[in-house]
């Protein structure tokens, strides 16, 4: 476990501690640390930073961070050594961490009254999703209630309508080289334990998910960023530290970006593959926001070449997330060893949304052409609104997903951020999206929301810049 905690990390953790009531903020503050600690979400022995550091980070006076750890210290909490720094002294009731709370907008029971969430690219599902449910046949239920219902493979209906998705992208694909997958996290952590030994080096986007981050993270790899910019990942990079560092994975995600909306070209995929050809490392390729194009159709996935690749999908960005339903194209071989690590892990995905999600895929070209409407329209709306209320911000239009990344003029991102919050709007701040905490220069604006909301929200929003600033 990481013993020493950046102030980046700190403040994800932390998520909206200043916003919750009218008490002071040092008692706010040493509440949340409270919170936290007993929960595990900050383990013991932890190194945290500085007083002025986290002061800096939070955007509150060092006063109020100070007040705020003397109280903890007194409650034997932390602990302070000279020359050594501070480290939480108590496991409270678990030891292991939680990771950095990028669920929170999901896990968050009661949300602040008032709190207007631009955090979330979650989009809403679509009406059809209700309406084929209702449609489902009886005699297929009672077929499927019949048998036992344990299917780590997947229900063979699904595999065959994930394999005709692909073949629509002249990609050749047999259900025997498709796994369904409890979402696309699911899958991207089969593959990762399957093929990662602690300490592998793993080439990742900078800046990219965070789950992706964190998932790679516990199984042990060592992440080394490429950047990532609005044509998606810099390739002379990505070959240049693929030949120094023979990474074990290369991380990508192609079809669009979180948090730019980058969508990779036809042409980068192909010297993406031979570049992984040529070092002889397996392509993971993140497919998931494949399905939620903004401008252009979605491209084939990155295949052939030589190069060995796995590819990740979801039914979350086209239909819904609650189906929870993602799948892994790939060598059949390897397939038939991920669906094995499946098995014991939770015997398979929900039947009935594999079931569902079937009798969606024949209407995918529908599902792409309502979300393609509905994200232009967002995101134009957010991009006007920029432009009127924050014209010295610098916006990478997204091509895809419901994310806009953005660089600020000045200032640090996770210190305004936290300003946002207290004011009303919550943002992410770049570092969530690094994998060495970097970034702070950006910030990500989601525009999965109603369109009221994001009006709303810019507004608070370019309130807290104008004070921030």
């Given at each position: 476990?990481?013993?020493?905690?950046?102030?980046?990390?700190?403040?994800?953790?932390?998520?909206?501690?200043?916003?919750?009531?009218?008490?002071?903020?040092?008692?706010?503050?040493?509440?949340?640390?409270?919170?936290?600690?007993?929960?595990?979400?900050?383990?013991?022995?932890?190194?945290?930073?500085?007083?002025?550091?986290?002061?800096?980070?939070?955007?509150?006076?060092?006063?109020?961070?100070?007040?705020?750890?003397?109280?903890?210290?007194?409650?034997?909490?932390?602990?302070?050594?000279?020359?050594?720094?501070?480290?939480?002294?108590?496991?409270?009731?678990?030891?292991?961490?939680?990771?950095?709370?990028?669920?929170?907008?999901?896990?968050?029971?009661?949300?602040?009254?008032?709190?207007?969430?631009?955090?979330?690219?979650?989009?809403?599902?679509?009406?059809?999703?209700?309406?084929?449910?209702s449609h489902l046949g009886s005699a297929d239920m009672k077929n499927l209630v019949s048998s036992h219902g344990y299917l780590p493979h997947g229900l063979p209906l699904l595999r065959e309508a994930v394999a005709r998705y692909f073949e629509d992208f002249a990609l050749p694909t047999e259900p025997a080289e498709v796994l369904i997958t409890s979402g696309a996290q699911q899958a991207l952590r089969l593959v990762s334990s399957a093929v990662l030994e602690p300490g592998a080096t793993v080439l990742v986007e900078e800046p990219t998910f965070r789950g992706a981050i964190e998932t790679l993270r516990s199984i042990g790899a060592s992440l080394v960023p490429v950047a990532s910019g609005p044509d998606g990942i810099d390739l002379a990079e990505l070959r240049r530290l693929a030949h120094q560092t023979s990474p074990a994975m290369i991380f990508v995600q192609s079809g669009g970006n979180n948090p730019t909306g980058a969508v990779m070209s036809a042409q980068s995929r192909a010297t993406l593959a031979r570049i992984a050809a040529d070092v002889d490392t397996l392509v993971v390729e993140d497919a998931a926001v494949n399905d939620a194009a903004i401008d252009d159709a979605p491209l084939p996935p990155i295949h052939g070449f030589g190069a060995r690749v796995i590819t990740i999908g979801s039914a979350s960005k086209s239909f819904w997330g609650g189906l929870r339903v993602g799948w892994l194209r790939g060598d059949g071989d390897l397939i038939h060893h991920l669906t094995v690590v499946k098995g014991g892990e939770d015997l398979g995905t929900s039947v009935l949304a594999q079931l569902l999600t079937a009798s969606l895929m024949p209407k995918m070209a529908l599902a792409r052409q309502q979300r393609q409407e509905s994200l232009c329209r967002s995101r134009e709306i957010l991009l006007e609104l920029l432009a009127d209320s924050l014209p010295d911000w610098e916006p990478t239009v997204p091509h895809a997903g419901a994310s806009m990344w953005i660089r600020l003029p000045e200032g640090s991102a996770t210190a305004f951020a936290q300003h946002a919050g207290r004011l009303g709007v919550s943002i992410l701040a770049g570092p969530t999206f690094s994998c060495a905490d970097r970034l702070d220069d950006h910030v990500r604006v989601a525009f999965a929301a109603r369109p009221e909301v994001i009006v709303h929200g810019l507004g608070r929003l370019s309130r807290a810049w104008r004070e921030f600033a």
């Amino acid at each position: 476990m990481d013993r020493s905690w950046s102030r980046e990390r700190l403040t994800r953790v932390l998520g909206d501690w200043s916003c919750r009531d009218d008490g002071a903020l040092f008692r706010q503050l040493a509440e949340r640390f409270r919170q936290l600690i007993h929960a595990g979400d900050i383990p013991n022995g932890v190194r945290i930073p500085s007083e002025r550091a986290i002061a800096s980070a939070l955007g509150v006076s060092r006063s109020t961070v100070v007040t705020a750890m003397d109280q903890l210290r007194d409650e034997g909490l932390i602990v302070s050594r000279q020359g050594a720094g501070t480290y939480v002294s108590r496991a409270g009731w678990h030891s292991a961490a939680r990771g950095d709370s990028r669920l929170n907008t999901f896990l968050d029971s009661n949300p602040i009254k008032g709190l207007i969430d631009l955090r979330s690219a979650a989009l809403p599902g679509l009406p059809m999703v209700a309406d084929e449910m209702s449609h489902l046949g009886s005699a297929d239920m009672k077929n499927l209630v019949s048998s036992h219902g344990y299917l780590p493979h997947g229900l063979p209906l699904l595999r065959e309508a994930v394999a005709r998705y692909f073949e629509d992208f002249a990609l050749p694909t047999e259900p025997a080289e498709v796994l369904i997958t409890s979402g696309a996290q699911q899958a991207l952590r089969l593959v990762s334990s399957a093929v990662l030994e602690p300490g592998a080096t793993v080439l990742v986007e900078e800046p990219t998910f965070r789950g992706a981050i964190e998932t790679l993270r516990s199984i042990g790899a060592s992440l080394v960023p490429v950047a990532s910019g609005p044509d998606g990942i810099d390739l002379a990079e990505l070959r240049r530290l693929a030949h120094q560092t023979s990474p074990a994975m290369i991380f990508v995600q192609s079809g669009g970006n979180n948090p730019t909306g980058a969508v990779m070209s036809a042409q980068s995929r192909a010297t993406l593959a031979r570049i992984a050809a040529d070092v002889d490392t397996l392509v993971v390729e993140d497919a998931a926001v494949n399905d939620a194009a903004i401008d252009d159709a979605p491209l084939p996935p990155i295949h052939g070449f030589g190069a060995r690749v796995i590819t990740i999908g979801s039914a979350s960005k086209s239909f819904w997330g609650g189906l929870r339903v993602g799948w892994l194209r790939g060598d059949g071989d390897l397939i038939h060893h991920l669906t094995v690590v499946k098995g014991g892990e939770d015997l398979g995905t929900s039947v009935l949304a594999q079931l569902l999600t079937a009798s969606l895929m024949p209407k995918m070209a529908l599902a792409r052409q309502q979300r393609q409407e509905s994200l232009c329209r967002s995101r134009e709306i957010l991009l006007e609104l920029l432009a009127d209320s924050l014209p010295d911000w610098e916006p990478t239009v997204p091509h895809a997903g419901a994310s806009m990344w953005i660089r600020l003029p000045e200032g640090s991102a996770t210190a305004f951020a936290q300003h946002a919050g207290r004011l009303g709007v919550s943002i992410l701040a770049g570092p969530t999206f690094s994998c060495a905490d970097r970034l702070d220069d950006h910030v990500r604006v989601a525009f999965a929301a109603r369109p009221e909301v994001i009006v709303h929200g810019l507004g608070r929003l370019s309130r807290a810049w104008r004070e921030f600033a």
